[in-house]
């Protein structure tokens, strides 16, 4: 309030302070792709993120930590991120490229329960065959291959928290966008 030229008190023209009123981010829906090295993840999250309305796409192997650290803290600074972009996320859609064991779901769990938002985890599984193999202009070193049989025997390719396992051996990455696309329209 302030005082007119009267000493009278005037209402402020302007609603109190926004601490006193919160304005909610926007309603967020994170589609998160899951799957072992070479299963389409980035390629098909690319695409998906430029079909849906409002999409960022969020390549989890851009975390900027440094080549030298241990892969286990490569992937813990990895999911750091992934779980501070969705707090600040004010897209509709967050697609989100990342493998997910248990203990990393849970992580993205609570990040979107704390954002009220969505989540949809879609593995990405191709054949063992074509996920070791050099396929959509990938060169997989022997490291790779072998990390791929790992990742498979860990369980990356079928995980029992992913809403629906979707098969990338003979798709290109645009069809399975679409494919994922149409699936969560119809959800």
């Keep these: 309030m302030s005082d007119d030229v009267h000493g009278a008190q005037q209402q402020a023209p302007f609603p109190a302070p926004a601490k006193e009123f919160p304005i909610s981010p926007p309603a967020l829906n994170v589609i998160h792709l899951n799957g072992p090295i070479n299963s389409g993840k980035s390629t098909v999250g690319a695409a998906l993120a430029a ?31 992934i779980t501070r972009l969705i707090g600040a996320a004010r897209d509709s859609y967050l697609v989100v490229a990342y493998p997910l064991d248990q203990e990393g779901y849970e992580r993205i769990l609570a990040a979107c329960e704390r954002r ?19 396929r959509g202009g990938r060169i997989l070193t022997e490291w790779e291959r072998q990390r791929v049989a790992q990742m498979y025997r860990e369980g990356y390719a079928s995980r029992p928290f992913s809403d629906w396992v979707l098969d990338t051996s003979s798709s290109d990455p645009a069809s399975s966008a679409r494919e994922i696309a149409r699936r969560l329209a119809a959800s």
């Design 51 to 81: 079909l849906l309305p409002a999409a960022r796409f969020i390549d989890g192997d851009d975390h900027d930590a440094p080549s030298h650290l241990p892969y286990t803290e490569q992937w813990e600074l990895a999911l750091a991120r």
């Design 116 to 134: 009220s938002a969505r989540l949809r985890v879609i593995t990405l599984a191709p054949t063992l065959a074509a996920a070791q193999s050099d």
